[in-house]
């Protein structure tokens, strides 16, 4: 029969053993695989980080099962990462710097972000709720001007369009009274949803004066010769401009850009 003492001991031991996936760790932060089959506090913090940025859509548990899995995965791939389903350093890496934008920021201005902006994927939900031919408004973070828009064109991101040339001049202001390419965060509400996001203030490809879609020359934004991207006239704009969403990619090089992405968590954490 067990004295009191190995009694004690032998319930130690196990108390600790059962203790021991939640306390080991640090795994996260330092860069260690997190792979499936594993339960701790590091898993639980890739979840709650993935469910922000819209990947895992459930409640955290801190175990690494096939859900967790198909959201690390799906991650990887949206980001052009090694695909493998395991959240080594470099998946990590690219988490954190997708979120990094966050605390210190928002302290520093004491301004908090509107709990109703979205942070969606665009491939998975924003194509669907922005559809071609769908109006939205369009809000500058750094400014707070906003003005109004129309989804045209494109399928890697929204190619929209200014409707008036009212809202054509609010753009040019808010790119400083010169149209350029510098990324910019925005919130853009659209169909009931206000979701982060990114747009450079730069008409390119089309020309006002020509008919939609025909192949003309002389496209705005040295594009040359090619379909005319200009669907919404007597606006004041020649061709259309871009507008990113979480996971979103360019059309020349089909592959996420991270300026774009950054200002949309930016738009997350900031917007209002």
Known sequence: MLSWKKLFLTLAISFILILLPFQMGHAYSEGN????????????????????????????????????FSAVFNFQKHNNLLVDGIAGKQTVGKIQTLKKLSKSEISRSGVKRDKDIMLLPWFEKVNGLFKIGDTA???????????????????????????????????????GGEWNWIRRAVVVEVNGYKLAASMTAKPHAGRDDKAASIIIDGRSGGYGKGHNLDVI?????????????????????NRINEEHQQMIQKAYELGM
């Open 233 to 253: 006239k007597n606006n004041n704009m020649n061709g259309h401009f871009d507008i990113h969403f979480l996971n979103s990619k360019t059309h020349g090089t």
């Open 137 to 175: 408004i369009v809000t500058d973070v750094d400014t707070g001007m906003t003005f109004q828009i129309i989804r045209t064109y494109g399928s890697n991101h929204a190619d929209v369009e200014t409707i008036t040339a009212e809202d054509t001049a609010k753009l040019k202001t808010i790119a």
């Open 33 to 68: 695989l997190l792979m499936k089959g594993m339960t701790n506090e590091d898993v639980l913090e890739l979840q709650n980080d993935l469910k922000d940025l819209g990947f895992f859509n459930y409640i955290p548990t801190g175990y690494f099962g096939n859900i967790t």
